[in-house]
């Protein structure tokens, strides 16, 4: 473990081998395994697994009771919420042994996912995009989009903010940051 300036509660356990950015705080119970990669400032709840090769990007907030499996790639500024769950084998079964077919996820910068989520391994979840609570993502989700169920469904957009979008001539304001966003076949980018 390279060690610069971080917080870890007693009760965590942190594996030889990780990195672990400064500023950092890991909280009670929670697992750090070998080869991971926690970047600046990052937050780890109680209870938490963050799995061997897993980064996380810096500011990433990961709330209490998440599973973070090998393949699992965070940019900045992602949060996830408490007891959501990544998979990383598509066709898992006890007997058979597949670690060598980890299917890697990636969640983009300023994400944010709800409470008791699951993530199904391969499926991107684009930048700022907010999946709800208990959605279970099957497919790959676009920057900005709002998605909930099971399966999970957009319902819409939202600005970097994580407020709704409401689209008029393909452009939207976010009030509370005044953002401009633009909606043009099919995909929202910030304009100012």
Known sequence: MTKLDFFAHETA???????????????????????????????????????????????????????????????DDVFLGPSMVFTNIINPRSAVIRRDSYVET???????????????????????????AGTVITKEVPDYALI????????????????????ENNVAVCKESEQEYKLENGVVTRIN
Not at 106 to 129: D, E, F, H
Not at 148 to 166: A, C, D, M
Request: glycine fraction near 14%; proline fraction near 4%; charged fraction near 15%.
């Open 13 to 75: 356990v942190i594996d030889d081998g990780c990195t672990i950015g400064s500023g950092t705080k890991i909280w009670h119970f929670s697992h750090i395994m070998p080869d991971c990669i926690l970047g600046e400032k990052c937050n780890i709840g109680q209870n938490v697994v963050i799995s061997p090769k897993v980064v996380l990007g810096q500011n990433v907030k990961v709330q209490n009771n998440v599973s973070i499996y090998t393949g699992v790639i965070c940019e």
């Open 148 to 167: 909930v169920g099971n399966p999970g469904k957009q319902i819409g957009w939202v600005s970097e903010y994580g407020h709704r979008l409401n689209f």
């Open 106 to 132: 990636l969640v983009k910068q300023g994400a944010s996912i709800g409470a008791n989520a699951t993530v199904i391994c391969g499926n991107p979840i684009g930048k700022y995009a907010l999946i709800g």
